[in-house]
């Protein structure tokens, strides 16, 4: 597994444990702020690794049609 893989994964392995968090416990107002700006970097840098790799798969797939 590469390391782009491997950080996607532990980021949403954190994303998952962070809204467990948020969804399961009463969290004072100044954590819960923490949590989500923590949880919006983590989505931010997931979607730029999916946004990456799907242009990866169309560069891929557009070199097979040729």
Do not use: G, T
């Not at 998952?16 to 989505?43: Q, Y």
């Amino acid at each position: 597994m590469d390391d782009n893989q491997s950080n996607y994964n532990q980021d949403m392995a954190s994303l998952r444990e962070l809204v467990s968090e948020i969804e399961n416990e009463e969290l004072d107002i100044d954590f819960l702020m923490e949590k989500v700006k923590e949880a919006s970097m983590l989505i931010k840098r997931c979607k730029a690794k999916l946004y990456v790799v799907d242009e990866e798969v169309k560069k891929v797939l557009l070199e097979l049609e040729e």
